[in-house]
């Protein structure tokens, strides 16, 4: 099955996948903020664990699971200070670099894909999911910082 092959070629070049995407991603000027406030080990890391556990990503994690990591990615990236718009071309740069590298690899041919479009499907629900509940984590990591400052105005 190419689903299978696919994961399986993805997962154990989840290094190399997370190094382009790095380098990608350092050659990019919409993540120029990102770059300078995030550490590139962390950006990595981050990279690989998508790259490498993605099986478990796609068909295992429930959707309280993507909630509970991305939800904690957003809170940090808001308080790391990161452009939200940063934030999601990043998100949506770590897809693309997955696209990229398995066209490289042949193996997103069109007749090869007609049987496997939930796989396809399962990777899509997955960015989107986690997007959105990165974008959760920013908002209330931001809306606790200004009810925070507003508090402490008040007291002045």
Known sequence: MLA??????????????????VHKLAGSQECSQLLADVPAHELKHRAYEIYHGLSEWLFTKTESEIEERYTGLGMRRAHQEVPFSQLLFAAHATKEYLWEYLRLEGLLEPEDLIGEMELLRAIERFFDQSLYFAAIGYEEAKSSRFVRSSTSHAWK
């Open 4 to 21: 299978c092959r696919m994961i399986q070629i993805i997962e154990s070049h989840a290094d190399r996948l997370a190094e382009g995407l």
